[in-house]
């Protein structure tokens, strides 16, 4: 039985079942521990509580293989409200361990404890873990590293080392209040000071030098670099000086290997490359910085670093302390760029795209503002025009979260008044989406709709950027599902001549989509998985303007297809 460890403490795993295979016969359960507590964090020239776990930033690498099961019990020693989301992982009828709050859970309350319990099923390679509530993901974020089934490799040439690569957004003051005071005013929340890498920001920052992160790579080696994208609200370009990356896989699905000096990871998203230790000996910059695909914003303009520093006998002394070679970042508006490498994903072999749809969606998606209500402070309506605050929606609607119940305790527990079915299947209005839009649209709907999906059902979604306020590229994440992008391109999406570029063939496999920015994406999945899944813009402060969605999936026939019971220490609101 494995031991498993996180901060010097051992917990042991213990699991007792009939097998019906000897897959089955080899899995395992990974318990863990998580304490959410205040811990002194420095960054830049500042020391301040920050929210972490374990008092580790980022969090504890969870380290699993596919068919494994994971029992983590989170313990809030916080003061803030918490719930714990594992990003990217299906949920296969375990909705209740999902955790975005308000949506398949109540908040974890400050004291208190709950324990996520699910099986990896038919997943392998990157995904993270991080806080679903308020802006604690700011630094409540983890890696999660799913291994092939004992005995079986990788369709890659295996590599000596494997790293994990967090990007992060960092504020020199505490991100919760950073929000709260967005919120107060309806206006945009304070730019980050600093991006991270596996929580350091790196010797381009004033007072950081002597923190910044290390990763080894010796002469001829093959390393295999997992490269997530925690950051907050900010899509970011990946480079190593005078390094070749080979993308193998991304979120937890593998690829058709291609050849790039630059990756760009909205924030969400995973993807796994591949280098090789092929340069002479020395030390080279790993750096990140923004893609900014929206215009005269104001934006976190740093860059990031990390070293990578071979370890070959050949380099010698003065090699390792000569300074970094940096290298050549695209230019933070260069969409050019990301189309190119996003129009390079392909799945690995063959895949079994859904055909006959069933469900044949449209979503817009995009900013808005709600004019000030009457009797209301101009200090609280600090939108982008006077006497307005942000706000951003989905098909005209404003996704608002309950406060009394959980959406999935409301829908297993046939409460009324919490939610409604009746989210339009497609936008209430059409118009030019992508042109110059009448100001008379610019104002949503606010609602709790949820879209009703049968089980089984074939769905086709097309999301569609608008250039309502500002257009710009959303990463959307869906909750309990993969799905297949069959393709994606720029203005409106044209049903007649657009299908066209559908990859029915080998699209590739994501849990979130970087809706180009004056564009849209189509995605296709199969509703095998019920209960209530949020589908959301993975900008953080979109979410909290109301730029999501929710799908209600039927029960179908038999337990196979029944969401299971909640567990009995499930947080009540």
């Not at 509703?527 to 039927?554: K, Q, R, Y």
């Given at each position: 039985?494995k031991?498993?460890t996180?901060?010097?403490?051992f917990f042991f795993g213990f699991v007792?079942f009939?097998?019906?295979s000897?897959?089955?016969a080899?899995a395992?359960?990974h318990?863990?521990?998580?304490?959410v507590?205040?811990?002194k964090?420095?960054?830049l020239c500042?020391?301040h509580?920050s929210i972490?776990v374990?008092?580790?930033?980022?969090?504890?690498?969870?380290?699993v293989?596919d068919?494994?099961s994971?029992v983590?019990?989170v313990?809030?020693?916080?003061?803030y409200?918490?719930?714990i989301?594992?990003?990217?992982?299906?949920?296969?009828?375990?909705?209740?361990?999902?955790?975005?709050e308000f949506?398949?859970q109540?908040p974890i309350r400050?004291?208190a404890?709950?324990?996520?319990r699910?099986?990896i099923?038919?997943q392998?390679?990157?995904?993270w873990w991080h806080a679903?509530s308020?802006?604690?993901r700011?630094?409540?974020?983890?890696a999660?590293i799913?291994?092939?089934p004992?005995?079986?490799s990788?369709?890659f040439p295996k590599?000596?080392?494997?790293?994990p690569i967090?990007?992060g957004?960092?504020w020199?003051?505490?991100?919760v209040?950073v929000?709260?005071?967005?919120?107060?005013t309806g206006?945009a929340p304070?730019?980050?000071?600093?991006y991270?890498i596996?929580g350091q920001p790196?010797?381009?920052?004033?007072c950081s030098?002597q923190?910044?992160?290390?990763?080894?790579?010796g002469?001829g080696?093959?390393?295999l670099l997992?490269?997530?994208?925690?950051a907050?609200n900010q899509?970011?370009?990946f480079s190593i000086?005078n390094?070749?990356?080979?993308?193998?896989?991304?979120?937890?699905s593998?690829l058709?290997p291609?050849?790039?000096?630059t990756?760009?990871?909205?924030?969400?998203?995973?993807?796994?490359?591949?280098?090789?230790?092929n340069?002479?000996?020395?030390r080279?910059?790993?750096?990140?910085r923004?893609?900014?695909?929206?215009?005269n914003?104001?934006?976190d303009?740093?860059?990031?670093t990390?070293?990578?520093?071979y370890?070959?006998?050949a380099c010698?002394?003065?090699?390792?302390?000569t300074?970094?070679i940096m290298p050549?970042?695209?230019?933070?508006?260069?969409?050019?760029?990301?189309t190119?490498?996003?129009?390079?994903?392909?799945s690995?072999r063959?895949v079994e795209?859904?055909?006959d749809?069933d469900?044949n969606?449209v979503?817009t998606i995009g900013l808005g503002?709600?004019?000030c209500p009457?009797?209301v402070r101009a200090r609280r309506c600090?939108?982008?025009?006077n006497?307005t605050?942000?706000?951003?929606s989905m098909n005209n609607?404003s996704?608002?979260l309950?406060?009394?119940f959980?959406?999935?305790q409301?829908?297993?527990?046939?409460?009324s008044?919490v939610?409604?079915?009746d989210?339009?299947a497609k936008?209430?209005?059409?118009?030019?989406?992508?042109?110059n839009?009448?100001?008379?649209?610019?104002?949503?709907?606010l609602?709790?709709?949820?879209?009703?999906?049968?089980?089984?059902s074939?769905?086709?979604?097309?999301l569609?950027d608008t250039?309502?306020?500002?257009p710009?590229n959303?990463?959307?994440?869906l909750h309990g599902?993969?799905?297949y992008?069959i393709a994606?391109?720029?203005g409106?999406f044209?049903?007649k001549?657009d299908?066209?570029?559908?990859?029915l063939?080998?699209p590739p496999?994501?849990n979130?989509?970087a809706?180009?920015?004056?564009?849209?994406?189509?995605?296709r999945?199969?509703?095998?998985?019920?209960?209530v899944w949020?589908?959301?813009c993975?900008?953080?402060v979109?979410?909290?303007?109301?730029?999501?969605?929710?799908?209600?999936?039927e029960d179908?026939?038999?337990?196979?297809?029944?969401?299971e019971p909640?567990p009995a220490d499930y947080p009540?609101?």
């Amino acid at each position: 039985m494995k031991i498993n460890t996180i901060n010097g403490i051992f917990f042991f795993g213990f699991v007792f079942f009939l097998a019906s295979s000897m897959a089955e016969a080899m899995a395992k359960v990974h318990n863990h521990e998580f304490i959410v507590q205040a811990t002194k964090v420095k960054r830049l020239c500042e020391t301040h509580n920050s929210i972490t776990v374990n008092g580790m930033f980022p969090g504890p690498t969870l380290e699993v293989n596919d068919g494994d099961s994971l029992v983590v019990k989170v313990t809030n020693k916080a003061r803030y409200n918490l719930t714990i989301h594992w990003h990217g992982i299906r949920q296969m009828r375990t909705g209740w361990a999902d955790g975005p709050e308000f949506v398949t859970q109540c908040p974890i309350r400050p004291g208190a404890s709950y324990t996520y319990r699910f099986t990896i099923q038919g997943q392998i390679g990157t995904l993270w873990w991080h806080a679903h509530s308020s802006w604690l993901r700011a630094t409540v974020y983890g890696a999660l590293i799913i291994y092939p089934p004992q005995g079986v490799s990788y369709p890659f040439p295996k590599p000596k080392r494997e790293t994990p690569i967090l990007l992060g957004e960092w504020w020199d003051g505490n991100p919760v209040d950073v929000v709260r005071e967005a919120t107060r005013t309806g206006g945009a929340p304070n730019n980050s000071d600093a991006y991270t890498i596996n929580g350091q920001p790196g010797d381009l920052y004033k007072c950081s030098s002597q923190d910044t992160v290390i990763v080894p790579i010796g002469s001829g080696e093959t390393n295999l670099l997992r490269v997530i994208n925690a950051a907050l609200n900010q899509p970011l370009f990946f480079s190593i000086a005078n390094h070749k990356m080979t993308v193998v896989g991304a979120d937890a699905s593998y690829l058709k290997p291609f050849s790039t000096s630059t990756i760009m990871l909205g924030p969400g998203q995973t993807t796994d490359v591949l280098i090789s230790g092929n340069q002479l000996p020395s030390r080279y910059y790993m750096a990140a910085r923004a893609y900014q695909s929206t215009q005269n914003a104001p934006f976190d303009n740093t860059t990031t670093t990390a070293i990578l520093e071979y370890t070959s006998a050949a380099c010698p002394a003065k090699c390792l302390t000569t300074k970094p070679i940096m290298p050549q970042l695209p230019a933070f508006n260069d969409t050019p760029t990301v189309t190119a490498f996003s129009r390079s994903f392909k799945s690995l072999r063959k895949v079994e795209v859904p055909t006959d749809i069933d469900e044949n969606l449209v979503f817009t998606i995009g900013l808005g503002i709600q004019r000030c209500p009457k009797n209301v402070r101009a200090r609280r309506c600090q939108g982008p025009i006077n006497g307005t605050r942000f706000s951003a929606s989905m098909n005209n609607v404003s996704f608002v979260l309950p406060s009394n119940f959980s959406l999935l305790q409301a829908h297993m527990q046939k409460i009324s008044g919490v939610f409604t079915t009746d989210f339009p299947a497609k936008p209430p209005v059409k118009f030019d989406y992508t042109g110059n839009v009448s100001q008379s649209l610019w104002q949503p709907i606010l609602g709790t709709k949820l879209y009703n999906l049968k089980y089984g059902s074939k769905v086709q979604v097309v999301l569609q950027d608008t250039s309502i306020v500002t257009p710009e590229n959303h990463p959307i994440h869906l909750h309990g599902y993969d799905f297949y992008i069959i393709a994606e391109g720029f203005g409106n999406f044209n049903p007649k001549k657009d299908t066209s570029k559908f990859n029915l063939v080998d699209p590739p496999m994501r849990n979130t989509v970087a809706v180009p920015s004056n564009g849209w994406a189509v995605i296709r999945f199969v509703t095998d998985n019920p209960g209530v899944w949020i589908m959301h813009c993975h900008l953080d402060v979109h979410i909290s303007w109301g730029l999501a969605m929710a799908f209600l999936v039927e029960d179908g026939i038999g337990e196979l297809q029944t969401l299971e019971p909640p567990p009995a220490d499930y947080p009540l609101c």
